[in-house]
């Protein structure tokens, strides 16, 4: 069965850092393109950055030159690192990865979530 983990969450103080890991473990053929959502409390669930297995980033406008995106692809890992980060980032941060566990079967998998508050 196909996991996700996460890590890399906690409490910063605004301005600071933080580095998000997510490790893919399971039955998988490939990946195909592998991201980050976040959602804070009382909205919705937004796009954070993604990654395709060609490894071109796209980022939320709100995130683009703080934020960065990497894959390891011999790892099934995906990193976002964090800087300059503000209490509007405080969210929940849910990986995903859009994976082939055969040849055939395409799916999106998510992680269990990890929080970063960044306080101000």
């Known amino acids: 069965q196909v996991q996700l983990v996460e890590s890399g969450g906690g409490l910063v103080q605004a301005g600071g850092s933080l580095r998000l890991s997510c490790a893919v473990s399971g039955s998988i053929f490939s990946i195909c393109t592998m991201g980050w959502y976040r959602q804070a409390p009382g909205k919705q669930r937004e796009l954070v950055a993604h990654?395709?297995?060609?490894?071109?980033?796209d980022y939320a406008d709100s995130v683009k030159g703080r934020f960065t995106i990497s894959r390891d692809n011999a790892k099934n890992t995906v990193y976002l690192q964090m800087n300059s980060l503000e209490p509007e980032d405080t969210a929940v941060y849910y990986c995903y990865a859009d994976l082939f566990t055969t040849q055939w079967q395409r799916d999106d998998y998510w992680g269990q979530g990890t929080q970063v508050t960044v306080s101000s």
């Open positions: 990654i395709t297995s060609g490894l071109i980033a």
